[in-house]
């Protein structure tokens, strides 16, 4: 079964309102998770970097204002879209690290579209 | 830049096929993994290989690690509509954010 989940699956929202996407590891704990997006047909790109009880590290290019990321338990990451535009329409995945550090698992992904 | 190439981007091919796609760099690295996307879900690891030289056999599915671990290669023998899917590549960069090559796009036709 997953060890990933993600909240929402899907998402379908108005151009400007914020959308909040959940990552959870069910039955590990991760203190570091990663978010990454994939446009169609394209592979996945590293966004930022979540760690328990601090900031998130940013990829270059990623707006950390427009991307908040709240890593505020080890079994729960968030990732907010503000403000969202057409342009954000993506496929959004989470993988979360085990405290090992020897496995990486990944969501299942949530697709967001932006009208 | 992308830190991984891999080749082809797209292959469509008949069920019964063999096939190799390629993930190649110019560094060299400690580890290299392989994944499988299928349309809609996460990636799914199919193997790491960490040794040059290394090659391992996951059914129909062989990994090979370059001696100088600086490419890697997956051939699929027999190919069937189930292997569809997109096949990346990738490595830990910093020791522990993956980071993936562009993809090899893979639909086999019944």
């Known amino acids: 079964g997953a060890v990933v989940s993600q909240h929402p699956s899907r998402v379908i929202c108005k151009s400007g309102t914020s959308v909040k996407i959940e990552c959870r590891s069910l039955?590990?704990?991760?203190?570091?998770m990663f978010w990454y997006r994939q446009f169609p047909k394209q592979s996945l790109m590293l966004m930022a970097t979540?760690?328990?009880?601090?900031?998130?590290?940013?990829e270059q290019g990623v707006e950390k204002d427009k991307f908040l990321i709240n890593h505020a338990s080890l079994t729960l990451s968030t990732l907010t879209v503000t403000s969202a535009h057409p342009e954000d329409s993506s496929f959004y995945i989470c993988?979360?690290?085990?405290?090992?550090?020897?496995?990486?698992?990944f969501g299942p992904g949530t697709r967001l579209l932006v009208l | 830049t992308q830190l991984l190439e891999q080749s082809p981007q797209f292959l469509s091919i008949q069920e019964g096929e063999n096939l190799t796609v390629y993930c190649n760099s110019s560094?060299?690295?400690?580890?290299l993994q392989w994944y499988r996307q299928e349309p809609g879900e996460g990636p799914v690891l199919l193997v790491t290989?960490?040794?040059?030289?290394e090659v391992k056999k996951l059914k129909r599915l062989t990994f090979q690690f370059g001696d100088a671990r600086k490419d890697s290669s997956l051939h699929i023998t027999a190919a069937q509509p189930g292997d569809t899917g997109l096949y990346l590549c990738?490595?830990?960069?910093?020791?522990?954010?993956?980071?993936f090559g562009a993809g090899t796009r893979l639909f086999v036709k019944a």
């Open positions: 993988s979360a690290r085990t405290l090992s550090a020897e496995l990486y698992h």
């Open positions: 039955d590990f704990q991760a203190t570091t």
């Open positions: 979540s760690n328990e009880g601090s900031k998130a590290t940013y």
């Open positions: 560094s060299v690295f400690s580890s």
């Open positions: 290989v960490v040794t040059g030289g």
């Open positions: 990738a490595l830990l960069s910093g020791g522990f954010k993956t980071i």
